[in-house]
């Protein structure tokens, strides 16, 4: 099992930057690639973006390339999501992923997740 922890979220004006975490523990060998979704009220689970751990290769979501920059720290099992130029339409619980296949795509299966952290942006 793979236990996923986030933090980092919370409110912040349009324009604003956060910077989320996400630590992993247990059975880390067994992760090769961590990313993020996120869930908007009323709406359903989006893909957010992910990394592959063994060589830091990265897919992003139309929505958030060039504002959003995933990364990860194999030292401390952890993969990070800097946001900037936030928008309102990014108001969402973000959560952290793992999965234990090297697939980048959206379709790709993951097989953990987090409990989430909300990220409100105000207009």
């Known amino acids: 099992q793979v236990h996923l922890e986030e933090s980092g979220g919370g409110l912040v004006q349009s324009g604003g930057s956060l910077r989320l975490s996400c630590v992993a523990s247990g059975r880390t060998a067994s992760v090769s690639t961590m990313g993020w979704i996120r869930q908007a009220p009323g709406k359903e689970r989006e893909f957010v973006a992910r990394?592959?751990?063994?060589?830091?290769?990265?897919n992003y979501a139309d929505s958030v390339k060039g504002r959003f920059r995933i990364s990860r720290d194999n030292t401390k099992n952890t993969v990070y999501l800097q946001m900037n130029s936030l928008e309102p339409e990014d108001t969402a619980v973000y959560y952290c992923e793992a999965g234990g296949t090297p697939g980048l795509t959206p379709a790709q299966a993951m097989d953990y997740w987090g409990q989430g952290t909300q990220v409100t942006v105000s207009s």
């Open positions: 990394i592959r751990r063994r060589d830091g290769t990265t």
